[in-house]
């Protein structure tokens, strides 16, 4: 592709979001010019990483409100306003518009990071696409009348794989079909509403129309709007007459793309679930970035490269844009906040990849009368390819059975039908001035509607709804200043005043009561899921002024009161979606929100948990709908519970069955994979499959095979192994949540490499630092435990690594007992002590993690005769009934069972330490009376003071040598299981202890 024009690529940052300015971000975001560099927070000192690209737009700080409510730069700064943007991009992509050329501007980054900003603009902060749509018509207004402008609108939303027109209030089951041209070999939405559009206001209009369609599109759908494109598309055609006389039409298509959220395309670690093929989520913004690649290998002259059009239906619409017939622009929205630096090094580099694409952009234009007698020959071709038998008729092909036959004339048939749907569609194009005015008909009285809501939003009580995307926040408005409002499903009897669809929706859910100006709510019938800022509702409630009201799974509104406008003491200003997401949050016991001062580690489990607890929600109800008898909430696992090298704080989902009571912890990526797969399941049974109610369960996103489970850690710290001493104690068995599931005993002791225990008293070293250098050994023992829960007698296994092993050391799982005795005893030996083994006695410890074997069991019959719904609701007033918290409290990094630990093994060591000197301290009375006691003739000074120069430093030139025995001998890091055995009265075979316990 040498010779094409170079797509062009500009990168944007932010300022911080309110969540990030609390926590004190840092930004690691630097730009000089068109270059953008990228500091690794982690590692300060490197050097950062940079990139160049054409354009590299500084908005994150230096800029102030004027009195119209623009951001505007300051004196002196480099802030990149959204007009700048304009200038550099919009106007690019105007001009090749006016000049007959395609065109594309692209918004890719991650969730949050101004995409929609950049392309549509908030408030008076007007982004590309309405800014391109008013100065398009400003400049055809300036024409002299010599050229006829026509301009089509349309607007569509690609989320899992299927396409919903937007500027449609309904669409087909499964979305529209996308069909190819087979003439021209570009793909189109079938049945795509195209809109003649005359004015900006129009387009504005259409806008709107679109975005509220979206909004309720997607909380009926369950759909999460960031993980939707949206596709904008301008059709502008340009009708003048050349010098013959004769009129031509030059055309232009504009498509104005803001990608879903980037964030989860490659980072959700769902590697390794059974059903990750299965999710569609994902497969669009994979799809794109595959092309990108091979697009930019073939601009780099790299031979024989296929590119992927057809693995998506995002890449096969973009297909002209992106490879083909032109000018293509894409802006990198970044997030400057330290927190997302991998997120944004994606982003910069997958914005690296783009600007080495090249594409060849031709003017499309063509005689008018030429184009409509092309098409409607071919339409007459096609038609009499379509009638009788104008097919071939393929008899006598080789090698071909009748059913290949049959399959090639089906093949053929339908590759006639899409060529003259397009055909059909191009023609009714041709006619747009009776389609504007066809569309302005319709349009009467709705600007007079629009107005009146506006109006009536300044006087009457309502409840508008919240969105992730502010952009969508406030465009379903629902008055409630009738004296009785009915909310519900639309099958309800008589039919709701607001009609209501989705998740845990009943057809009797709400009433609204307005008595004199109180506006009351109460549950419409039993059962119906209600909460008032984070609470569930149980009776009536009076609301006030920017009350939060969620109905169902994810119906979330705040409730405005123009009549009586007094909130509640502490109530902020203005509720978004974030605010609402942090009260349920607090509801459910996660308590820290809106803390400052937050670790990195608190501040990302934080986000984690915002992010699933909508996503927990709608899967919970989406089981009890469909009955599946799972039920799912959000865990923090420290990270003395992990397997392997990350100790940060990991945000997992617990899904448990409740009928056999088997547990199963899923990484967060993992969930939000099987939550899109759960997703598509169920838009198919809204759809009538119903086939979804009896899938094989190998094929059922509820349904896991058996594996074990974590029942929980027991941590013993290493500080006795710094002075030689031993540590036995029993410690206890906590879970996620702090709850006790049982105990251990364990015993760490220094010992020789075979095993053997140090019998000499005076092994213990005051000083830590006299072990450097030397080997050292030690013999880590499981003994026995005691498990609460019957259900874990299936099997019980206790895993455990020191230090940086790479592999677990593994108990026996003990069988039929909650008693086990497991007797699992290795040597661990280093071979020289060093600085960092003491640091790691001094402060680390080992964390012993129990796991319970699990198996498919039969359910409980009493059980199965109930309800997913009714076995939730069991299971919450159990653990109610057992004064269990149904969370952590609080955000990680503080961990009270460790805490404990920690000072239980500290109180151990002390108390050693305080046995030995209180030894050292007895012997030395003893060798002073005795020196007294003797003649003075025989006291001789010398002699006495080396004695006791020697035991006060626990006869360090004596025992030398005897100690180096002892210790010597490891060539490297090992271990040896071997098994301790225990006799009928508890007596250890292998003696020698000197362990201090603590019961």
């Not at 926590?23 to 500091?39: L, P």
């Not at 129009?202 to 993980?227: L, Y």
């Not at 340009?238 to 009129?247: A, F, M």
């Not at 109180?907 to 007294?932: G, P, T």
Request: aromatic share 6%.
């Amino acid at each position: 592709m040498s010779g094409g024009e170079s797509v062009k690529v500009a990168v944007r940052v932010r300022p911080f979001n309110s969540r990030e300015k609390d926590r004190g971000a840092k930004c690691v975001i630097e730009m000089t010019g068109a270059q953008t560099k990228i500091h690794n927070p982690e590692t300060p000192n490197e050097e950062p990483k940079m990139f160049a690209f054409d354009y590299s737009y500084w908005s994150h700080d230096g800029f102030a409100e004027d009195d119209k409510g623009i951001l505007v730069g300051a004196p002196g700064s480099n802030y990149a306003s959204q007009d700048m943007v304009f200038n550099d991009l919009g106007k690019g992509v105007l001009d090749n518009a006016f000049a007959g050329f395609n065109c594309s501007l692209f918004a890719y980054g991650q969730t949050g990071a101004g995409k929609s900003y950049s392309m549509v603009g908030y408030g008076a902060n007007k982004g590309i696409v309405p800014i391109t749509c008013d100065v398009l018509f400003q400049t055809m207004n300036a024409n002299d009348g010599s050229v006829k402008y026509e301009v089509t609108f349309s607007m569509l939303e690609i989320y899992n794989e299927q396409v919903r027109d937007l500027l449609q209030k309904n669409n087909p089951k499964g979305g529209l079909p996308v069909r190819q041209n087979p003439k021209e070999g570009i793909f189109f939405v079938q049945g795509l509403r195209k809109t003649a559009v005359g004015s900006y206001k129009e387009i504005e209009k259409r806008i709107d129309e679109g975005t509220s369609n979206r909004t309720v599109a997607a909380t009926q759908m369950n759909a999460t709007s960031s993980r939707a494109h949206t596709v904008v598309t301008i059709q502008f055609d340009q009708i003048s007459k050349n010098d013959l006389g004769q009129e031509t039409k030059k055309s232009s298509v504009i498509n104005l793309v803001d990608l879903a959220g980037s964030e989860r395309a490659d980072s959700t670690g769902a590697t390794g679930d059974r059903l990750k093929e299965g999710a569609n989520i994902n497969k669009s913004l994979s799809a794109l970035g595959n092309v990108i690649s091979a697009l930019a290998d073939l601009s780099l002259g790299k031979k024989k490269v296929m590119v992927p059009y057809r693995d998506s239906v995002l890449t096969k619409l973009l297909q002209n844009a992106l490879g083909g017939n032109s000018k293509t622009i894409m802006i990198a929205a970044l997030s400057p906040a330290d927190i997302n630096y991998d997120e944004t090094l994606g982003t910069l580099r997958y914005a690296d990849r783009a600007k080495k694409i090249k594409n060849k952009a031709v003017v499309n234009e063509n005689p008018v009368e030429k184009l409509i007698r092309e098409l409607r020959e071919e339409n007459e071709k096609l038609k009499k390819l379509m009638s009788g038998d104008a097919l071939p008729t393929m008899e006598g092909s080789s090698g071909m059975s009748p059913e290949d036959i049959a399959k090639m004339k089906k093949q053929m048939e339908e590759e006639i039908k899409a060529q003259l749907l397009a055909n059909q569609e191009a023609m009714a194009d041709m006619d747009w001035d009776s389609k504007l005015k066809q569309q302005r008909e319709s349009d009467k009285g709705s600007d007079t509607g629009k107005a009146q809501m506006e109006s009536r939003k300044n006087k009457e009580p309502h409840i508008a709804n919240l969105n992730e995307d502010n952009q969508l926040s406030g465009v379903v408005v629902h008055f409630l200043g009738a004296s009785e409002t009915t909310i519900g499903r639309k099958d309800a009897s008589p039919e709701p005043t607001i009609i209501l669809s989705g998740l845990s929706i009943q057809k009797q859910h709400a009433v609204v009561s307005n008595e004199s100006g109180e506006i009351v709510l109460k549950p419409g019938s039993a059962g119906a899921k209600i909460k008032v800022n984070g609470v569930p509702l149980v009776g009536s409630r009076p609301l006030q002024h920017l009350d939060r009201i969620i109905f169902g799974s994810n119906h979330i509104y705040v409730f405005k009161n123009p009549v009586n406008p007094a909130a509640p003491e502490g109530t902020p200003a203005s509720i978004d979606w974030e605010f609402a997401q942090k009260e349920l949050a607090q509801a459910k016991g996660f308590t820290s929100f809106g803390s400052s001062g937050l670790s990195k580690d608190q501040q990302r489990a934080q986000d984690q948990i915002l992010e699933l607890l909508p996503m927990i929600n709608e899967v919970n109800a989406v089981s009890e709908e469909l009955n599946k008898h799972k039920a799912f909430e959000i865990v923090l696992i420290s990270g003395a519970a992990q397997e392997g090298s990350n100790k940060e704080t990991k945000t997992m989902v617990k899904m448990k069955n409740l009928l056999n009571g088997n547990v199963w912890l899923w990484e967060r990526g993992k969930f939000i994979n099987r939550r899109y797969v759960i997703q598509d399941l169920y838009q198919r049974f809204l759809d009538g499959d119903e086939d979804v109610l009896k899938l094989p369960k190998e094929e059922d996103p509820f349904w896991e095979p058996a594996e074990d489970v974590l029942i929980g850690t027991a941590n013993v710290f290493l500080q006795s192994l710094a002075y030689a001493l031993d540590f036995d104690d029993k410690i206890t068995i906590t879970d996620f949540k702090g709850n006790e599931e049982g105990f251990m005993f364990v015993n760490v002791t220094p010992c020789t490499q075979n095993g053997k225990a140090l019998q000499d008293e005076d092994s213990f070293v005051e000083d830590p630092t006299e072990l450097l250098g030397k080997p050292y050994h030690f013999k880590v023992t499981v003994r026995s435990g005691e498990v609460n829960k019957s259900r874990y007698s299936k099997g019980l296994t206790v895993k455990y690594k020191y230090q940086n092993e790479s592999d677990y050391s593994v108990s026996p799982t003990i069988k039929d007992t909650l008693s086990p005795e497991w007797n699992y005893s290795r040597v661990i030996s280093i071979p020289s002590v060093s600085q960092d083994h003491l640091d790691f006695f001094e402060s680390n410890s080992i964390a012993f993690q129990l796991y319970g074997t699990q198996v498919e069991s039969e359910a409980d019959p009493r059980l199965s005769k109930l309800t997913t719904k009714e076995l939730r609701q069991m299971e919450n007033m159990n653990e109610q009934a057992n004064g269990l918290s149904r969370r952590q409290t609080g955000m990680p990094g503080s961990e009270p069972s460790d805490e404990m630990t920690q000072l239980k093994s500290e109180l151990v060591l002390m108390k050693r330490k305080f046995e030995r000197l209180s030894k050292k301290e007895a012997r030395l009375q003893d060798l002073c009376k005795e020196w007294f006691q003797k003649p003075r003739e025989e006291q001789q000074f010398e002699p006495f003071l080396r004695v006791v120069k020697a035991v006060a430093k626990y006869e360090e030139e004596i025992e030398e040598e005897k100690k180096e025995d002892l210790l010597k001998g490891a060539n490297s890091v090992q271990g040896n299981g071997t098994v301790v055995k225990t006799t009928k009265d508890g007596k250890k075979v292998e003696g020698g202890s000197r362990a201090c316990i603590v019961m």
